[in-house]
């Protein structure tokens, strides 16, 4: 079983950064691409970002497109999601997520990590 761990989650101010990573376990083999959902109070769950493993590829929704950057680092299974220009409805449970079989531009991803909470204050 695919384990994703979640951190740096918190609160930042709007028009701030804020940096989120997430960490698959170590025995996790065969990523094909790894991203980023979000979900906030009474709205449904929304893709925000992704990235494809071995080439590096990104995909973003168009709130987040010239804000966030998604990246990722082989040796450590791990991604990172570079939150630039917070804006307050960017405020969400921010979700790790992973798929052996392709991008999801989407919500419904094979594995799905426990989340990390965004507040942004205005």
């Known amino acids: 079983q695919v384990q994703l761990v979640e951190s740096g989650g918190g609160l930042v101010q709007a028009g701030g950064s804020l940096r989120l990573s997430c960490e698959a376990s170590?025995?996790?083999?065969?990523?094909?691409?790894m991203g980023w959902l979000r979900q906030a109070p009474g709205k449904e769950r929304e893709f925000v970002a992704a990235?494809?493993?071995?080439?590096?590829?990104?995909v973003y929704a168009e709130s987040v497109k010239g804000r966030f950057t998604i990246s990722r680092d082989v040796s450590k299974n791990t991604i990172n999601l570079e939150m630039n220009n917070v804006r307050p409805d960017d405020a969400a449970l921010y979700y790790c997520?992973?798929?052996?079989?392709?991008?999801?531009?989407?919500?419904?991803?094979?594995?799905r990590g426990q989340g990390t909470q965004v507040t942004v204050s205005s």
């Open positions: 997520v992973l798929d052996r079989r392709t991008v999801v531009k989407g919500t419904s991803w094979e594995f």
């Open positions: 170590s025995h996790t083999v065969g990523i094909y691409a």
């Open positions: 990235i494809r493993w071995t080439i590096g590829a990104t």
